[in-house]
């Protein structure tokens, strides 16, 4: 049987799935007021020692690199002192930053590694085999952008392989790219290549995140991905479409709007970075933050209902604004709207289009 329980405090956000054996367990941490990184990275160790988990990934993002100094707490929260960790940077202005972890119990956790460090995580259900890669980096941060992008594809391709994976499993990526606006009409070039050359266009378009950020290499792009490999004929992988929004690859980004996965007992649902952009592709609400948080919103809610879930159903959500100074305006508007407190992290970055001022990315589950 399938149960979730949930754990919220104050900076403090844990879902657990129970399922026969395996556990998993969605924790999500913000500052408190005033609160240093340092001990909100305690807080992240403390809270997986708890719930007794071996680490899956670690995410964190918005902090600044002075904020590297107390790194060495997330990498000791796993055995061997080593964790796929994606380090998405910023100047954690007005403190807008936060970690999110993905740890499981009741089963066992290879790490996964590539050129001598940790890249990812390998563990199984009972029905699925899960790769969760984090953190990949290009190795010679000298050379263009484009180069560096297909280096981090060609690392997804090497990875996946070793566990008898390829990019024809993966559900989801993430792509944090360093000066963003600069260089992602580049960098959709490089994926649309890896993607036709690895016929990824015949099968299941994974869902996806572009965002900006910086990373520990001062590399053009930090990547990661989540893959399946399963037996049972009762798992099925498949695109959702958004009831408000055409797909992506109309207008050139090869990804899915989102991507559900069907168990036996459980949905998984993973919905792409969503910005306010209408049905045709085009940016809308220009300088109007309040009206574009409205928009998007409304575009993932209805994403969620076309699938019988709805915000309650949220484990993780990252919460992008290029301007600081916005982020009240998110909480603002989930209040007003009755939407219930769900675990999210909330940075400053910037999206894939300048005039783009929010974008949230969501996974939610539901026992069936």
Not at 171 to 197: A, C, M, P, Q, S
């Amino acid at each position: 049987m399938t149960s979730f329980q949930k754990r919220v405090a104050s900076g403090l956000n844990i879902t657990t799935v129970s399922r026969d054996q395996v556990q998993e367990h969605f924790i999500t941490i913000t500052p408190e007021k005033g609160e240093t990184p340092d001990s909100q990275f305690h807080r992240a160790a403390q809270a997986v020692r708890q719930v007794d988990g071996q680490i899956v990934s670690v995410e964190t993002l918005g902090f600044s690199s002075a904020d590297r100094n107390a790194l060495g707490v997330l990498t000791k929260m796993a055995d061997g002192g080593s964790v796929p960790l994606a380090w998405v940077e910023n100047s954690r202005t007005d403190n807008l930053c936060g970690v999110h972890v993905w740890a499981v119990s009741g089963t066992q956790v290879q790490p996964l590694t590539i050129n001598g460090r940790r890249a990812g995580s390998l563990f199984d259900d009972g029905t699925v085999q899960y790769c969760r890669l984090a953190g990949l980096l290009p190795l010679d941060v000298r050379v263009g952008r484009p180069e560096q992008a297909a280096a981090v594809f060609a690392q997804m391709d090497t990875l996946l392989h070793s566990v008898g994976m390829t990019f024809n499993d993966v559900l989801r990526t993430w792509f944090y790219n360093d000066n963003i606006l600069g260089w992602y009409k580049d960098f959709n070039g490089v994926r649309n290549k890896f993607f036709t050359e690895h016929k990824v266009f015949e099968g299941l378009l994974p869902a996806s995140t572009g965002i900006g950020g910086r990373n520990l290499a001062g590399a053009a792009l930090l990547a990661g991905v989540l893959a399946i490999k399963t037996d049972s004929q009762d798992v099925t992988a498949f695109e959702v479409p958004s009831p408000m929004q055409s797909p992506a690859p109309s207008y050139g980004s090869s990804f899915s709007r989102a991507v559900e996965l069907e168990q036996p007992d459980l949905r998984r649902m993973y919905i792409s970075g969503t910005a306010s952009i209408d049905e045709h592709g085009k940016s809308v609400f220009l300088n109007d933050s309040a009206a574009q948080i409205r928009q998007t919103m409304d575009v993932v809610g209805a994403i969620l209902r076309s699938r019988e879930m709805d915000w309650g159903d949220v484990t993780r959500s990252l919460v992008y604004f290029k301007r600081a100074k916005d982020a009240p305006l998110f909480r603002r508007y989930c209040d007003e709207s009755g939407i219930p407190p769900f675990p999210a992290v909330i940075a400053e970055n910037d999206v894939c289009r300048d005039e783009l001022l929010f974008e949230i990315e969501v996974d939610a589950m539901a026992a069936k």
